[in-house]
């Protein structure tokens, strides 16, 4: 089953505008991360934000985290056409100890970025 | 340069054919992780390995098999019993020893796409 589900599924914005996507879960979590693929390529971690945080930035970057809502948001600001790929949430689970968890992806939001 | 390497890029496979694909990493990470990812449906996982020797079922483990005899290693194959096995398979690392364990930070290889003629 999908832990994080992502909202909107696409996104289509002009170069400039603020993109906005969310991410929901279902059970508790050590930590949520965002990460970026581009059409037909691996994924690449963006950002991460652990459990007891709410609110971290990195560059354009912003991610929020509201765990009792379980939710999170992630801003890309002053957005690029180079900005343009899938993004996931994905959320960490059941680690600690000597386990690292298990990472559990969402759908995704696929944002085009119109130049 | 560190990183992680998945081959083949592209494989094609007929009906009944068990077919492996690679999946070899460089950093010095402790766990693997395999996903496949269709079309509008995000990644799923197939199998994970946290440790040598070890591994545990992911979300969607039925018709797939892995192995993870060395610590680079952890190829995944797809037997006959996958009934849809047509897909893009994405192998992971992250995790390196010591604290915290749940920082566990996943660096992607650039996917083999599986189709079944």
């Known amino acids: 089953s999908q832990q994080g589900e992502e909202d909107p599924q696409a996104l289509s914005i002009q170069e400039g505008e603020n993109a906005t996507m969310n991410c929901s879960y279902k059970?508790?979590?050590?930590?949520l991360q965002w990460y970026r693929q581009n059409s037909g390529r691996g994924l690449v971690h963006l950002i991460l934000i652990r459990s007891n945080e709410r609110e971290k930035h990195s560059g354009r970057l912003r991610v929020t985290l509201d765990t009792s809502k379980k939710s999170s948001s992630l801003l890309i600001t002053a957005s690029r056409a180079a900005d343009t790929a899938s993004y996931f949430c994905?959320?960490?689970?059941?680690?600690?100890?000597?386990?690292?968890?298990?990472?559990?992806f969402g759908q995704g939001t696929i944002l085009t970025v119109h130049p | 340069d560190g990183g992680i390497t998945q081959s083949p890029k592209y494989l094609f496979r007929k009906e009944g054919q068990n077919v492996t694909l690679s999946c070899e990493q460089n950093l010095n990470h402790d766990a693997m992780y395999w996903y496949r990812q269709d079309p509008g449906q995000g990644l799923r996982l197939i199998y994970y390995s946290q440790i040598v020797n070890d591994f545990q079922k992911g979300d969607i483990a039925e018709g797939y098999s892995v192995s993870r005899e060395k610590k680079e290693s952890f190829p995944l194959t797809v037997t006959s019993a996958q009934k849809n096995p047509t897909a893009f398979y994405l192998c992971a690392s992250g995790g390196r020893s010591g604290p915290p364990k749940g920082a566990n930070v996943l660096t992607f290889g650039a996917g083999s796409r599986l189709t079944v003629l």
């Open positions: 059970t508790s979590i050590n930590n």
């Open positions: 994905a959320t960490v689970s059941n680690a600690g100890g000597t386990s690292y968890g298990k990472l559990t």
